[in-house]
């Protein structure tokens, strides 16, 4: 079955500081990717999307890479802020058609 | 524009009692899908449901069960409670029957703790 695995937090920053929060998986088809974001006490939010291989997906100084061949879908970010502390969830849907599948989340804290 | 709306926001249930959550989709939608979320980890799907139908499932048991009603909001009963219940119940709401990749806008969940 598809599965989605992320690098075990907590991820502890200082502001400025660059991140990187890896996330691969395992699909049959050819899914598509994403990353959302929750805030304490909120649900999830859209980060951002990629939908084919070599598409990079970016919202609000963060990046993803859809790497087909790695299976990879890392997010980064070149400049964190004190904002930026929440967990981070990677996400694939087969096809569009089908619900998520989440990886476990990465917690992110950012320390001024 | 009122976004996903989800009630109540915590909840405290015995083992063994049932439990109804409850939700309305954004303003537009027509469609709910239901997620559970442990402690730690990531959400896991539950089901959805269009055209007051569950169109797909995911690796629940039938304790977990949902109607959705003409206006197309929601609920989530689940019977005969275990403490591993105990989770964040996320609902999402979408248009037309899609799923995930269409766009989900998400609620900020129950909080059902067993005890």
């Known amino acids: 079955g598809n599965s989605v695995t992320q690098m075990e937090g907590p991820v502890t920053l200082s502001e400025e500081a660059f991140l990187t929060i890896n996330c691969t998986y395992t699909a049959t088809g050819y899914p598509s990717l994403f990353w959302y974001v929750q805030y304490p006490g909120e649900g999830l939010q859209l980060l951002l999307k990629a939908t084919k291989a070599d598409d990079k997906g970016s919202n609000k100084g963060f990046e993803a890479t859809y790497r087909k061949e790695t299976t990879s879908f890392h997010l980064e970010k070149g400049s964190v802020q004190v904002s930026d502390s929440a967990v981070y969830f990677c996400a694939l849907s087969e096809n569009y058609g089908q619900n998520f599948v989440f990886g476990p989340g990465t917690r992110l804290s950012v320390l001024p | 524009d009122a976004g996903v709306t989800q009630s109540p926001t915590h909840l405290i249930k015995t083992r063994g009692q049932q439990v109804t959550l409850r939700c309305s989709p954004k303003s537009g939608h027509d469609t709910v899908s239901w997620y559970q979320q442990a402690l730690g980890q990531g959400p896991q799907f539950i089901f959805q449901?269009?055209?007051?139908?569950?169109?797909q499932r995911g690796n629940f048991p039938d304790r977990f069960s949902g109607h959705q009603f003409p206006n197309y909001s929601s609920e989530l009963n689940v019977n005969a409670l275990l403490l591993g219940d105990s989770a964040l119940y996320l609902c999402?709401?979408?248009?037309?029957?899609?799923?995930?990749?269409?766009?989900?806008?998400f609620g900020s969940g129950t909080r059902l703790t067993v005890v």
């Open positions: 999402a709401s979408s248009l037309g029957g899609q799923a995930a990749g269409y766009g989900y806008t």
């Open positions: 449901y269009y055209e007051e139908e569950e169109r």
